[in-house]
């Protein structure tokens, strides 16, 4: 079974300038999430979608990210202008509907801002 | 809010045991378990779903404490394998949404 597939896993981009990360998760995957992983701390979730549906988007720094799941299957998440604070991993996972789901996370994608 | 997990780091020889905590301000509905190796992705390890739950998967094992409102992840006769940084994570609600999760407990397994 094909696992989450995120791209690109790295990305070096200058501060105000615009960046987008796309993921696909796991085929029947109801549940996906955008978290981002600061170096040293752990994910903080940023969205999480139910098909193609925004259930709680109350972290999601609104002024400069947005995110999307179009026919509720592939995500793209993207941040503009770039802050330098904005330097982190960015991992997507999915899950089946439901409370007992495990979350699937993909490899991350590696944002630098200089 | 973030939960808690204690210590922040731990370093153990092979063949020792370690545990590590979870704790919440708020109710807990369930508490979930993952570990996440140097530049990879956190893996599941386990999910408690009821108060005074416990799991066990090999020589990991967990509880959970509802009325506490906190989690104990136990590793026990660690392996090398076992290195990694530990989270916790707890939902916002009991359908399991917004998991959110600490800030992670660093283990370091020795020979």
């Known amino acids: 079974e094909a696992g989450v597939a995120q791209s690109p896993r790295y990305k070096i981009i200058e501060k105000r300038q615009s960046v987008a990360f796309w993921c696909n998760p796991i085929s029947g995957h109801a549940t996906l999430y955008w978290y981002q992983q600061i170096l040293g701390q752990g994910p903080k979730l940023l969205i999480q979608f139910q098909n193609n549906g925004v259930v709680d988007d109350s972290q999601l720094p609104k002024d400069r990210f947005s995110a999307e799941r179009l026919k509720g299957v592939d995500s793209t998440l993207k941040i503009q202008p770039a802050k330098l604070e904005d330097s982190a991993v960015y991992l997507c996972?999915?899950?089946?509907?439901?409370?007992?789901?495990?979350?699937?996370f993909g490899e991350g994608s590696r944002l630098t801002v200089l | 809010q973030q939960p808690v997990q204690s210590p922040q780091a731990v370093i153990l020889r092979e063949g020792e045991d370690a545990v590590i905590n979870c704790s919440s301000s708020k109710a807990l509905y369930s508490v979930h378990w993952y570990r996440q190796k140097h530049g990879e992705a956190p893996v599941f390890l386990m999910i408690l779903l009821k108060g005074g739950e416990q799991k066990g998967h090999d020589k990991i094992s967990a509880s959970f404490n509802e009325k506490k409102q906190q989690s104990s992840l136990y590793l026990t006769a660690s392996q090398l394998s076992y290195s990694g940084t530990y989270f916790c994570?707890?939902?916002?609600?009991?359908?399991?949404?917004?998991?959110?999760f600490g800030g992670g407990t660093r283990l370091m397994v020795k020979p």
């Open positions: 994570g707890t939902p916002k609600d009991n359908a399991g949404n917004m998991l959110t």
């Open positions: 996972a999915s899950s089946l509907a439901g409370y007992t789901g495990e979350l699937f």
